[in-house]
Every structure is written in C-alpha cells, then in structure tokens.
C-alpha cells in the first residue's frame, strides 16, 4: 500500500486512543481470507478462537497468519508507532501482533464489558476493533428508548463519572473504521436487531506488544 496514512489520536476521558479508515484493499483481503476459513470445515477448526474469547457471539476464528503480518507492516504498525512515541518518547524495537481474530456476530449477539488483559498474556500493550461489515437493516433493540438509544453500538469506559469528567464513548460501527486503544480499556459490544435474523456484523481484533530499545528507559 503506497498511499498516505492518516489516523487521529483524541482523548475522550484519561487514556487516549486512535481512529483510522481501514484501507479498501485490506478490507477486501480480510473478508476473502474470512471466506475461505467458513468454507473449510477442517480451516474453521483450526482457526476457531471461541474458546479464548468472552463474546457471546455466532463464530470467532483466528485471522490467517500471512494476512495479518502484510497488513501489520503495511498498515497497523505505523499507526502503533507514532500513538506509541505520543506517549513514551523511547525508541520501539519491534511491534509483536499476539493474536487476531475475527467476530462474526448475528442479531442479539453481545460482548459484555470486559477488557483485553484478564483472558490472555498479561503483557499486551494496545487492542483494537475494525469493521468490515454492517448489516443494512441493522434496527433498535426492542424497548430501546429513542433519546439514549446505544443499539449495536461499541462503548468504551473508564474512569469516575462527575460534572467535569466523562466515563463512556460510544461508537456506532461503520465499515472501514479502525479504533486503537489501550488494553485494559473496558469495553462493551450491545446487541443489535435487524429485519433479517441471517445478518451479520463482521469485525476484528488483535493484540499488539510494544517492545521499546532497552539501551535506555522510557520516558513520558
């Protein structure tokens, strides 16, 4: 990928994170590789990640191995680097991807708040959440109230909530959107209804360590 990569940190309560446009090509390469792993009984056993994961969702699989290290190098790592170095002002050595997987939920799926550190190795860094697809018809949940409707929505949380300081950042999924964030942020997927029980809303995650020069110690 030769184009220019843009992504913006912003600070909506005390940590940071990132937000970026997922490119078409990559979009394309995820969704083909997702493709092939559900069209092969024995890629979907092997890619299965269900079991790692806290989601009350339809399927998670592992993201083929080959497909994430073109993207990490042509895409994710520049982005981790500079939102890195905005912090801890410290040479980085390299950036590890430790696990990548897909989500595919179907109406009424959920993800309870959790956050990435309590299930896997404790010395993850940053995750993220992309989308790569949305369904059309995507519709409230039954009983949502219209004047604080968060249906399908991605909340992230932290902090104390009082007059001078927010707690919540809610995200409404869109295709192509790309958010970085700490991994401790708590975070909380809400179920979404459609006027199709067959739809999907597909996305991904991954775990990322920072590893910095050890020559010298980081700084803030």
Same mark, same amino acid.
């Given at each position: 990928?030769?184009?220019?990569?843009?992504?913006? #940190?912003?600070?909506?309560? =005390?940590?940071?994170? *990132?937000? *970026?446009?997922?490119?078409?090509?990559?979009?394309?390469?995820?969704?083909?590789?997702?493709k092939k792993i559900r069209a092969d009984k024995?890629? +979907?056993? /092997?890619?299965?990640?269900?079991?790692?994961?806290? =989601?009350?969702?339809?399927? &998670?699989?592992? #993201?083929?191995?080959?497909?994430?290290?073109?993207?990490?190098? *042509?895409?994710? /790592?520049?982005?981790?680097?500079?939102?890195? @170095?905005?912090?801890?002002? +410290?040479? #980085?050595?390299?950036?590890? #991807?430790?696990?990548?997987?897909?989500?595919?939920?179907?109406?009424?799926?959920?993800?309870?708040?959790?956050?990435?550190? &309590?299930?896997?190795?404790?010395?993850?860094?940053?995750?993220?959440?992309?989308?790569? +697809?949305?369904?059309?018809?995507?519709?409230?949940?039954?009983?949502?109230? +219209?004047?604080?409707?968060?249906? =399908?929505? %991605?909340?992230?949380? &932290? =902090?104390?909530?009082?007059?001078?300081?927010?707690?919540?950042?809610?995200?409404?999924?869109?295709?192509?959107?790309?958010?970085?964030?700490? @991994?401790?942020?708590?975070?909380?997927?809400?179920?979404?209804?459609?006027?199709?029980?067959?739809?999907?809303?597909?996305?991904?995650?991954?775990?990322?360590?920072?590893?910095?020069? %050890?020559?010298? *110690?980081?700084?803030?």
């Amino acid at each position: 990928m030769k184009d220019k990569i843009n992504f913006k #940190i912003f600070k909506p309560f =005390g940590s940071s994170m *990132a937000r *970026a446009e997922l490119p078409l090509e990559l979009l394309k390469d995820f969704k083909d590789d997702l493709k092939k792993i559900r069209a092969d009984k024995k890629k +979907q056993k /092997d890619h299965d990640w269900g079991e790692r994961l806290v =989601g009350h969702v339809a399927e &998670e699989y592992l #993201i083929t191995p080959e497909i994430m290290l073109k993207w990490k190098a *042509a895409f994710f /790592d520049p982005i981790i680097a500079s939102y890195t @170095n905005a912090h801890i002002k +410290q040479k #980085i050595k390299s950036i590890l #991807i430790n696990s990548a997987w897909y989500v595919i939920s179907k109406p009424g799926d959920y993800n309870p708040c959790h956050r990435h550190t &309590e299930y896997v190795y404790p010395n993850y860094h940053l995750s993220c959440v992309g989308y790569l +697809q949305i369904p059309d018809s995507m519709i409230p949940t039954e009983n949502a109230k +219209q004047h604080n409707d968060f249906s =399908g929505q %991605t909340e992230f949380i &932290e =902090g104390s909530e009082n007059m001078f300081a927010d707690v919540n950042y809610r995200v409404m999924p869109e295709v192509r959107q790309w958010i970085l964030f700490p @991994n401790n942020l708590s975070h909380v997927v809400y179920p979404f209804n459609s006027t199709n029980k067959d739809d999907e809303r597909i996305s991904f995650s991954f775990n990322a360590t920072i590893n910095f020069d %050890t020559d010298n *110690a980081p700084t803030n």
